[in-house]
Structure formats: C-alpha cells, structure tokens
C-alpha cells in the first residue's frame, strides 16, 4: 500500500506520525512510505533520516494526499484534508473531535474508511497500539515537569547548611494513566504524594507507586464495560469536592486528570476551594481540553488568582515530540499492520479491534457510538 505522511498543520503541533525507524518497518513488510517535506522536522527527524530509512520526501502535499492509499496523521483531519485524500482511500489518527454530520458526509462521499485511534478497545491485545495510553503518560511526565518549574518550592527532601527543606506535597486527583505516571514522576523527584480516583482498583496501583490513596467511601460499580469512570452522582460529587478541598489545601501541587470519556470533565476543584489553598501552590488541569476539572481554569492558559497558578495545559505530548512521535508511530504501525493482517487485506468486522475503531467504511458510519452521537446531535 502507499502510505501517505503528511505535515501535522494544527497550530503548535510538533509531533509526527511515522519517525524514520517505523517508516524501516512498513517499508520491510513491503508498503510505500511517502513523507511530506519537512513532516518530521518539529519533533527533530529531518528528511534525510526519511529518505536513509527509504521513505520517499513529497514537495506537494496535494500530490501527498491524492496519491496515498492510506493517510496516517496524529490531529484530526482538516476539512482540506479530507477533500484532497482521493475516493475509496483510509485514513488511520485521533477523529473524535471532529465527528459531525458534514465531516462525516464529506468522507463517505469519497468512500474513505477511517479509523479513530481512540476508540481502539483498552484491551490486552491492543496494548501495543493503545495512543491514548502512550499520550496520556507523556502528559502525566511532563505535567509534574511544569509543576516544578511553577512552584516557588524544591520538589525533594533538602538538608542543606541553610537548614532543611521539607519535601513539596502533592495530590493527583484521577490515577488513570497520566495520573499514575505523574505520581511515578512526582514521586522521583522527591515529592511526598497522595491521590484519589473513583474506581477502587486503583487504589493498589497509587500504593505500589509509593504514593497514599485517599480513602473515601466508593461507589460500587464505578467502571464503564470498557473501563472508563462512570458519571458520579451529585451527592457524591459534593462528598468528593468537600476531601479534595481540604486535601488541596495541604498539598502544594494539585495535578487533576479526571475525564469521563466523550463527555465534559467534572468539576472538582470550585473556585472556593482555590481560596483556601496555600499561596503559591500550583494546579496543572490536565482535563483543560475537556473543559478542566478546576472551576476557573482557562484553556490553553496560565492564570494567576487568589495567589494559586492554575496552568489550563493543552497537547502537551506535542510538548515532547522526539518520544512521543516514537511511540505514537509505534501504536499507529502496530495498529495498521493489524488491521490489513489478511493476506487478501480485506478488514476483519469479527475482530473486536477493528469494528470498534472504524468510523466510516464502504460510505456509511459503521461506529454504533458515532451514529448515536450523531443521532443525539441531529436531535437537540
Ligand atoms: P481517563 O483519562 O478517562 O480518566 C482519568 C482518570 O480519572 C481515570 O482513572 C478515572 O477513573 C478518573 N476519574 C474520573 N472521574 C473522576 C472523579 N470524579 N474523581 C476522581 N477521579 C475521577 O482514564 P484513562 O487513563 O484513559 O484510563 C481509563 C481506563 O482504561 C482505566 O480503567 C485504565 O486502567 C484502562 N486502561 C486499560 C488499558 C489496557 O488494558 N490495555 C490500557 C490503558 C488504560
């Protein structure tokens, strides 16, 4: 097949789909890799490593995109996009944002089959092209990076001549995966940490980090099928608002990842309980893109107010391109190697990967959830 890699043009993107290692990879397994000029330059693989590695570099990104068999990107496709791919092509990256009716139209029309890596099922077997978790980790690193560089404290224990410095405290609120690798980060730079989550299983994992769970009364059957938190009620939301709050004023760095898939992220910080914390601390939304979990963060900005830093972060994987590149074109090669594994490369819809990941095939929507979404939409 002829795999298409296009520059990423979201603004402040710097990653890159396929690095020149993976591009070794399809080239081995006997596909063409054509590189748009200058696609890997922001996340540092500049076109020479391409073409070694035995990709083609494309001046033209018209000439990219009608050309290719497959597109594979990391941000959803641009509505320009989309109408250069040619009919009856596939398109492989992260679609939930812009799932709509006419976006969904214009593919079909052109017959594109398109796969949403976030909807590849979070199951064993699909570990190794599992994006959201790769993305997630590199958030969770560097959030705790830029926590650090915010607090006016050291992170780790200090025995110095001056005297010593007790360690900086801080909480994490939703141990999913970034949440997990920022108490891990966290925790290597010598902070003292504690976290809470809604799903009880976490709570071992949070402990084996060497960090303290908060205990607090947990509802039964907090998990989606799929894993995901599910909605709390109100009454617990104000019982888990009222141990955060005064957990929050204790700690100097709040970092919040709490998300519930496909819907807005629930406030558990209000602005209240930002009055009552240290001044000086530091809060990383790590949930901004979802509308935040603290009540005044702002996306994509860094405020200041009643003496506290609330950093409203966006796309920081985008932030660490060199690595999350690496492991972004790992997931999606892994993922498409996957998907086209039949001899004939005809897709499996018995295959619990495939059917959940494809959005658009043979010019219909065959995702049960994007058709009830989009049914829910055409009806409010
Ligand atoms: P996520 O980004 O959807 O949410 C982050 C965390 O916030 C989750 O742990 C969630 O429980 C928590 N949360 C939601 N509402 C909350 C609230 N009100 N208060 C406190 N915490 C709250 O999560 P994720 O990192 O994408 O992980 C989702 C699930 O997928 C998890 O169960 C994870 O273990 C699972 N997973 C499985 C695999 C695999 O088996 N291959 C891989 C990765 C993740």
Redesign the pocket.
Known sequence: MKIGIPNEISDGERRVAIVPKTATQLLKDGHEVFVEIGAGEKACFPDTEYEQAGAVIIKDKQLLYSGADVIMKIQPPQREEIEMMKNDSTYIGFLSSVLDAEFLNLMNQKSISSFAMEFIP???R??SM?A??SM?SIAGYRAVLIAAQYLGKFFPLMMTAAGTIPPAKLLV????????QAIATARRLGARVEA????P??KEQVESLGAQFIEMELVKN??TA????K??TEE??KR?RKI?GDRAAQNHVVIT?????GKK??I?ITEEMVKKMQKGSVIIDL?AEQGG?CEITEPGKNIYKHGVTICGVLNLPSTLPIDASSMYSRNITQFFKHLYKAEDRNLDFEDKITKSSCVTYNGEIVNDYVRTAIRKGANT
């Not at 809470?196 to 799903?199: A, E, H, I, P």
């Not at 799929?226 to 938190?229: F, I, P, S, T």
């Open positions: 979070r199951i064993s699909s570990q599992d959201l978790s997630a609120v939703g141990a999913g995966v970034a949440g997990l809470f989550d809604t799903r299983a976490v907090a998990e799929a894993g995901y938190a909605e709390m617990f939301m888990e955060i990842t709490a998300q519930l898939f992220a629930p558990l949930a979990n």
